[in-house]
């Protein structure tokens, strides 16, 4: 069982920067794949980024490549997401996700992730 608490959400302007947090609680952090989703009013949540373990592959989507960076730090059970340039078409309610299971063609898909945080609103004004 993990249990993930986001924060580091806010208000800002287009260029800005951000950094989100996503404290992990419950289990081995270091054996879980931690994912990043988004959700804008109105749309599907959708894959932003995602390591796979510790000292694993990362993956981020089109949309964010370049400009937002996954990281982790064992030692604070904590995964952030630096993201820079930011744009208003990144305004979404942004979510943490963890698996223990998933496999590699999966990454992307919100059905391999069975702990989720509760999201933090990012909002980019223009």
């Known amino acids: 069982q993990v249990h993930l608490v986001e924060s580091g959400g806010g208000l800002v302007q287009t260029g800005d920067s951000l950094r989100l947090s996503c404290v992990a609680s419950g289990s081995t952090f270091r054996n879980y794949a931690i994912a990043w989703f988004r959700q804008a009013p109105g749309k599907e949540r959708e894959f932003v980024t995602v390591n796979r373990k510790s000292g694993g592959s990362t993956y981020y989507s089109d949309s964010v490549k370049g400009r937002f960076t996954i990281s982790r730090e064992n030692a604070k059970n904590t995964v952030y997401l630096q993201m820079n340039s930011l744009l208003p078409e990144d305004t979404a309610v942004y979510y943490c996700?963890?698996?223990?299971?998933?496999?590699?063609?999966?990454?992307?898909?919100?059905?391999?992730?069975?702990?989720w945080g509760q999201g933090t609103q990012v909002t980019v004004s223009s």
């Open positions: 996700a963890a698996s223990s299971t998933v496999i590699l063609s999966s990454l992307r898909s919100q059905s391999a992730y069975q702990y």
